[in-house]
């Protein structure tokens, strides 16, 4: 089993198809328009999210301008600065991820699975429905789909047990969709 295997796709926190599918696209396995072209698919195999380049899975889920852009999106909220890798294993690769409990961390450890898999689902939509939503109505909806799984990993903490760090701090102030619920008679509030 490859590092980045164990760090981004086997965690409790993200949904089992988004792990899956980062499984899947981090060991080349999806059908991007490279793999299709193998396979003996004949067509125009271009990028449907920035119609630049053809279609493959670096370009798809990480070099791609709309890519860039989600990728980006998440990291800035984690306020995490730095280089990003040309192809998607080494990015994968380098994901750091830390063992202390903390909402900062739950993030950071979905934020891969959750990209990968928004991404493919709006590529997905406008190759099979033809329907293409702008990069900011994609955002928001990154922003949800990782706000909802954040909330729902707090949902089934005893919150009082977690430490709440300095990195946790300026995340909720930076993703004020995340919500936390009491959770058997515990009260945390996040001032």
């Known amino acids: 089993m490859k590092e980045w295997e164990t760090k981004v796709c086997w965690n409790n926190v993200c949904l ?17 328009g490279d793999c299709l072209r193998k396979m003996g698919f004949v067509g125009p195999f271009r990028c449907v999210l920035c119609e630049k380049a053809e279609e493959d899975v670096d ?52 934020l891969p699975s959750i990209v990968l898999w928004e991404l493919w689902k709006e590529r997905n939509r406008r190759v099979f429905e033809g329907k293409a939503e702008n990069r900011q109505r994609f955002l928001i909806r990154l922003e949800r789909a990782i706000s909802e799984l954040v909330s729902n990993a707090a949902s089934h903490v005893n919150l009082a047990k977690v430490p709440f760090t300095q990195f946790d701090a300026s995340f909720l102030l930076s993703w004020p969709l995340v919500k936390f619920r009491p959770v058997n008679g515990h009260l945390r509030a996040n001032l």
């Open 16 to 32: 089992p198809k988004a792990r899956a599918f980062s499984w899947l696209a981090g060991n080349r396995r999806i059908l991007s």
């Open 59 to 110: 370009h798809l889920l990480l070099n791609c301008e709309f890519a860039q852009e989600a990728w980006l999106f998440g990291l800035q909220r984690l306020n995490w600065k730095g280089p990003m890798a040309g192809n998607l294993c080494d990015w994968l690769d380098s994901w750091l991820v830390s063992g202390k409990p903390s909402t900062f961390a739950t993030v950071w450890k979905i």
